[in-house]
């Protein structure tokens, strides 16, 4: 479509209306409307070319909702189905993790309780033909496995499996389910008393997998808990609210909303949570936000635990999801939430959606990921907590208890490459397709690989030698001595997670890669060396 540029005079007339005072809103949005209307009318008859109605109408949607804020959003109806599947906990499909791997579908590995587990489906099964449609050796990329083996709950697909040991193709009916998304990544024992769980997204599902993994780490004897949040957007409000609850003893204030036609609106602690007793520590980053930040804000605010690592993002605003009547939507800003200090957290958005992104590449830049000295806190932005008092921050994230820098130690340039391409990844998954009954006659269980696998020096320098062989003229890859005397430990340690979650299950990975996450071990450290005391928190008030 040619010469968009009246979409410019479009979005001016129809933002007046948010430009003058509230008694004449209602008249001018009238006005805005007609005018908007009128536009699209003259573009369908007049305009030089043809108009795809449709898409400029989008169009306009979407930059008029960039200049409110960043996060008021459009979605077309495609689009909100497929985003709405995390926050449902689950979408509908024949419930596989997959990799296209030498032009074929492998089955990584079938998701617990799906249909393909169910029929017996295995980890390493290649997926070669769907219905008619041969998927092996013709290009097959990630969006056509998508299309060929997502679909409605109770239809059914044909599909046809090559399985190592086995001369025929076997054929699978599979009849599509829901199949869970998980949110708890992972919930293990990090120490005899210290529990550990990763939690992912915030979901409608996500509250049941959280009570269930405390539930088996009490009677694990956990004393004390490390919640990790890193790289957790947030998600819906309500789970977030739950999430805290959990944590806090009953009418503790958890969160508080209010907006410009909503008036505030209080949320305490209702129930007796599985975790109000003992020391508790939430790990946080530059990717934690929202519903990520009002569990940490709410913990922070009662000095109910400690939160460590670094600044998180800064989302302090409250979405609501309005139809369009075609089956599309919006997210619309419609209120602001605080903690129960009275902080928003919310980050500044005034110059443009375009800085807002930008802004994580703007910290790494000043130096904030090594040291918290770089920041401009002003005392308009202080506050203090509910009981002790300590000065916590508004205005731009939480900042954490205690600050973890990024660690930089294992970083060669071997290093980043090898993580740029996910190259430890698909050495990873070959290596456990060529050798997974020997791993599992070796090691029958996880515990067993986790306490006792190693990577042998030959397999090793194997690695080494094939991610060298996947350079290229224009993009060569080359581990050096001095590459490997800085990441080899790293290197190795990831290696083995990834066969380990191939070979077992997704938490197996994080049972093993924490010991490369710098904000888990001191997290451990802060537990075990007084530091947790040190800091005078009101945990023992809880009991």
Known sequence: MKNLNFLHLALSLSFAFFQISPASAQTTAKQASSKFATLLNMLDRLYVDSVDMEVLVETAIVNMLEELDPHSVYFSADDLKEANEPLDGSFEGVGVQFNIFKDT???????????????????????????????????????????????????MVKVFIKRDGEKNLLEFNIERDKIPIFSVMAAHMVEPTIGYIKVSRFAKTTMEELRSALQTLNDAGMKDLILDLQGNGGGMLRTAIHMSDEFLSKDKLIVYTEGRTFPRENTHASYEGLF???????????????????????????????IVGRRSFGKGLVQRPIKLGDGSAVRMTVQKYYTPAGRCIQKPYDNGVESYRNEKYDRYENGELLSLDSLDLPDSLKYSTRLKKRTVYGGGGILPDIFVPIDTTSNSPAFRTLLRKGLMSRYALEYVDVNRIKILEAYPTEDDFVNDYKISESEIAKFRAWAESEGTEDDPISISEEDWAISGDAITLRLKAFIGRNAYKQSTFYRIIGDLNETLQEAIEILNDGRFENSKLAHRTFK
């Open 105 to 155: 579908i492998m089955v990584v590995s079938p998701i617990a309780g799906g249909p393909s587990e169910r029929l017996g489906i295995r980890a390493g099964d290649r997926i070669v033909q769907v219905e008619d449609e041969y998927v092996a050796g013709v290009g097959v990329t990630t969006k056509d496995v998508i299309r060929l083996l997502k679909g409605p709950k109770g239809s």
């Open 276 to 306: 109000e007793k003992g020391r508790l520590i939430i790990l946080m980053d530059g990717g934690s936000a929202s519903a990520s930040e009002i569990v940490a804000g709410a913990v922070q605010d009662w000095d109910r635990g400690l």
